[in-house]
């Protein structure tokens, strides 16, 4: 006999949260194929962006300031600096780099949450 699908399933609805799913599983993915030298520096970024990550933070204000950004790259960067063979300048920027990405996603998940709210 031939089996019939529920009402419900043979129209699929996009789920509400899906988007998000999507979004965070690419972003893992493209983490995943870092090179090197920046999946070494994941964790230390994650770790102080996790620690900057209250209500207030200068990480949401509209225009971050600059310096404060600056300082926590450095932070970072004196952190990492540490396990790599020869840093330089190239490490200072890639963490820059690396930091900025991050903080765009944490504030554009930030918005999105926000968003739902209210």
Do not use: N
């Not at 529920?6 to 899906?18: E, N």
């Not at 600056?70 to 190239?90: F, N, Q, S, T």
């Amino acid at each position: 006999m031939e089996k019939k699908l529920p009402f419900y399933m043979a129209y699929p609805i996009p789920l509400l949260y899906d988007d998000e799913r999507l979004y965070r599983r690419d972003y893992d993915y493209m983490k995943s194929i870092y090179p090197d030298t920046a999946k070494r520096m994941v964790p230390y970024i994650e770790e102080e962006c996790d620690r900057m990550e209250y209500d207030g933070s200068m990480l949401y204000d509209e225009y971050p300031d600059r310096l404060q950004l600056r300082l926590m790259c450095r932070r970072i960067y004196d952190r990492a600096k540490e396990e790599e063979k020869d840093p330089g300048k190239w490490l200072q920027d890639l963490v820059e780099v690396m930091v900025y990405q991050e903080l765009c996603r944490r504030r554009q998940e930030h918005r999105r949450y926000k968003r739902k709210l209210y």
